[in-house]
């Protein structure tokens, strides 16, 4: 038998967490409460780090026994192909279901039309909620951070979503000690972000901690990108480069992962854990800052899309 | 700022505090600095801030509009809502529940203060404690806030006067401790001008106590928990009938308070049967001992009744069950409660019917007053209320156990929160209110 315990020096405590022991255990905890409360649970999963470290925590919380919800991808048509691979592996290797949600269903069938931009973000909310009326999901696990964003700040462990899938921020509900109320009318459902608490810096202190493989587009790697609005986009059938865009070969590496037309690289030679997360602690820019094309459209853009059904 | 290794890192502790404060004392400019100064408010942050404060005509960056991230706060120019904010040193982690000042918004400092292990109060020097400043110490003292740090702010417009500080310190220590507040630390700052937040004041030599950020990096986290009941609402039940563990039945739940160690003799509640810890299991890891607040497994020898909602608990330190609970409450919805209002009331993992069987008295936060017979609680007040639940719940006082003291009441109609209840007795009521009525009667 082992016990875990660390001895903090400052409080002298053997009974005081780590913060990530701390966090983790919070997350397990938001976990648990959605398998006891909601019959149709689903975890969105894109193979992006956050949704990543969710899974891992949601495997660890029901230990020895398996994840009692199934997954569920928003497929833009235009994702990374090492991520699909990697989204396709992890679902075969815990003999886990995969829900997904194309954008390019909705394109091919005329109900969505492609933007001008290319940009395919913005249209996830359709499928996303259409899936959530059709599968009748009543909780919607995202890893949705706090940190990403001011709106995001303003959002509740718990976020109740009305038929239309609809964030309304001046309707939710106050979130007091950890009793989480997770009550909500047929029809409706609940959104809810266990790593709402951890930053960007927690999310890869935790990946290293554990040892969890990632998408080796997080690591630093040559790729053949080109420029536009400031960001190093990946050159592909999706729509780039353009007419005055040229390629070129550049070391670089993610730290989000999202749809390639709005997900941009930056120049890392970080090709490692350790030297990501020295890269991250020196960092001026904030992951969506600096690699986000869609968050950058207005002042409450992330608001807005929220409001709609976003995650 | 000095580097921080990956093992310093990974090994600081965390600590959740709140800020309050009226809207002119200076909150968000302490706020601002704590972030600034620790990295947490990042170039493109600063430069979107810059961008709107500049395309309004504003001449300097409006730094509050970093923390107001609803469409309505920045209309307005006021905090609506609570928030929360993450910012790190090399010795620990933080989590701020940013609350806003108003008087309406009690509900939103009291859901931040709900887990906060410490609150900072501020207070502007020049003004020293006014009403606002009682009934931010009231609320602190009200959700047993285990620390409270008191920030006189704007010591640079009061000439740095060591007098003006003592005088404050002096009068809001005396009124914390009538409250209950256990402990108080005033610190003299000047927000805008930088003493004493991040870095000691060259303009306060006769201040040696510690700056806010030193002081949030050292003050304890962790209770004793020897002197604490242990208790583990049971949240799921772990049974994987699978061909490697066929017979694997196992208690998942967060441990509220204290600690459980293997072969230690426990009790079930609301039901009574015992058994035995046979093991604990910490994310798959088999431990031998497991604590507060850890999200364990808990497996018992015998093959007992157990399903969420209930209570696993020492067999020598069980709490009683009871149908009436009495509770100190804040109402947080805009529909009122009243006497009669048929409500859920969760507690723990469980949720229970209940009826609202009498509000005794409403506390007045400004001078502590209680107002008999309200007949009814509206949006932020706090009273006294009883409640008859339909069935028994083991309860501890909320004095003993923030965990499994506390409760929510919701709206059974549409699953409206309602109201945030702290158990047993409180400091606004030295003298339990007489229930007349006697009246059990009722059903649903």
Redesign the interface.
């Not at chain 2, 990042?42 to 942050?45: E, M, N, R, V």
């Not at chain 2, 772990?238 to 699978?242: A, G, M, N, T």
């Given at each position: 038998m082992t016990t875990v315990a660390t001895v903090s020096e400052e409080t002298g405590s053997p009974y005081a967490l780590s913060h990530l022991d701390a966090l983790e255990s919070e997350a397990v905890h938001i976990f648990r409460e959605v398998a006891g409360e909601f019959e149709r649970p689903v975890i969105l999963f894109s193979g992006g780090k956050d949704s990543i470290v969710m899974l891992h925590l949601a495997l660890k919380a029901f230990r020895p026994a398996s994840v009692p919800f199934s997954l569920l991808h928003v497929d833009t048509g235009h994702n990374f192909p090492e991520v699909l691979e990697y989204r396709d592996r992890t679902v075969e290797k815990h003999g886990l279901r995969l829900h997904v949600a194309s954008v390019q269903d909705y394109i091919d069938r005329g109900v969505l039309k492609e933007r001008p931009d290319g940009t395919r973000n913005p249209l996830q909310t359709l499928p996303l909620t259409e899936k959530i009326q059709a599968e009748k999901f009543d909780a919607v696990f995202g890893g949705g951070r706090r940190d990403e964003e001011k709106a995001r700040a303003k959002e509740r462990v718990f976020s109740l979503r009305d038929e239309f899938s609809q964030w309304d921020p001046r309707r939710q509900r106050p979130e007091l000690w950890n009793l989480y109320n997770g009550r909500h009318a047929p029809g409706e459902h609940v959104r809810v972000f266990p790593l709402s608490n951890w930053t960007e810096l927690d999310v890869w202190q935790y990946i290293a901690r554990e040892g969890i493989e990632l998408p080796q587009i997080y690591y630093a790697h040559e790729r053949e990108v080109f420029s536009r609005s400031g960001m190093w986009l990946t050159a592909g059938e999706w729509g780039g480069p353009k007419d005055g865009e040229t390629v070129e070969k550049r070391l670089v590496r993610y730290r989000t992962v999202g749809d390639m037309s709005c997900t941009g690289a930056v120049d890392s030679d970080a090709d490692t854990i350790e030297k990501v997360i020295v890269e991250i602690a020196a960092s001026r820019l904030t992951e969506r800052g600096a690699t986000r094309a869609d968050d950058k459209m207005s002042e409450a853009a992330m608001e807005d899309r929220k409001r709609e059904g976003y995650f | 700022m000095t580097t921080?290794t990956?093992e310093e890192?990974?090994?600081?502790?965390?600590l959740r505090f709140a800020t309050a404060g009226s809207v002119d004392d200076g909150k968000s400019t302490l706020v601002g600095r704590l972030l600034h100064d620790s990295k947490s408010v990042?170039?493109?942050?600063l430069e979107?801030v810059e961008r709107?404060s500049a395309s309004r005509g504003q001449e300097a960056p409006d730094l509050a509009l970093?923390?107001?991230?609803?469409?309505?706060e920045?209309e307005q120019g006021i905090t609506?809502?609570?928030?929360?904010?993450?910012f790190?040193t090399p010795?620990?982690?933080f989590?701020l529940a940013d609350t806003p000042g108003h008087v309406q918004y009690t509900?939103?400092m009291?859901?931040g203060a709900?887990?906060a292990e410490l609150t900072v109060i501020l207070v502007d020097a020049r003004n020293g404690v006014v009403e606002q400043t009682r009934r931010h110490a009231a609320i602190a003292a009200l959700l047993r806030v285990p620390h409270a740090v008191l920030a006189v702010n704007k010591m640079d417009l009061v000439g740095y006067d060591e007098k003006v500080f003592a005088a404050i310190a002096e009068e809001f220590t005396a009124y914390a401790t009538e409250l209950g507040v256990p402990e108080v630390t005033a610190i003299p700052i000047s927000a805008l001008v930088g003493d004493n937040v991040v870095d000691p004041s060259a303009n306060m030599d006769w201040y040696g106590g510690p700056t806010v950020l030193e002081h949030l990096?050292?003050v304890?986290?962790?209770?004793?928990?020897s002197h604490c009941h242990a208790r583990l609402p049971v949240?799921?039940v772990?049974?994987?009938?699978?061909a490697?563990?066929p017979d694997?039945r196992g208690y998942?739940?967060?441990i509220a308070a204290g600690?459980f160690h293997?072969g230690e003799d426990v009790t079930v509640l609301p039901s009574g049967r015992a058994s035995k810890i046979s093991g604990i299991?910490?994310?798959?890891?088999?431990?031998?001992?497991a604590?507060?607040?850890?999200?364990v497994?808990l497996l018992l020898e015998d093959d007992i009744d157990i399903s969420?909602g209930d209570l696993i608990v020492p067999s020598k330190d069980a709490p009683p069950t009871t149908q009436d609970v009495e509770a100190t409450v804040c109402h947080?919805a805009d529909a009122a409660l009243t006497v009669g209002h048929r409500v859920?009331l969760?507690?723990g993992?469980r949720t229970v019917k209940a009826i609202v069987k009498d509000i005794p008295s409403r506390l007045t936060l400004d001078n502590l007053s209680l107002h008999p017979h309200p007949g009814q609680l509206v949006a932020n007040d706090i009273g006294r209320v009883k409640i008859r639940t339909a069935e028994p719940l083991p309860v501890d006082s909320y004095a003993d156990s923030?965990?499994t003291g506390?409760?929510?009441l919701?709206d059974p109609n549409?699953?409206?929160?309602l109201t945030?209840g702290m158990v047993g007795e409180s400091f606004a009521a030295p003298e339990p209110v007489k229930d007349a009525s006697g009246d059990d009667g009722w059903d649903f």
């Open positions: - | 921080i990956t890192l990974a090994e600081t502790t965390l990042l170039t493109d942050q979107a709107v970093l923390t107001d991230g609803l469409r309505a920045r609506i809502d609570v928030a929360y904010r993450y790190a010795r620990r982690r989590i509900r939103n009291v859901t709900s887990t990096e050292t304890p986290v962790a209770h004793d928990l949240q799921y772990i049974r994987p009938q699978s490697d563990h694997y998942a739940g967060q600690s293997v299991d910490l994310l798959g890891e088999p431990v031998d001992v604590w507060t607040t850890q999200s497994t969420r947080v859920l969760k507690h993992t923030r965990r506390s409760f929510i919701i549409d699953g409206t929160t945030a």
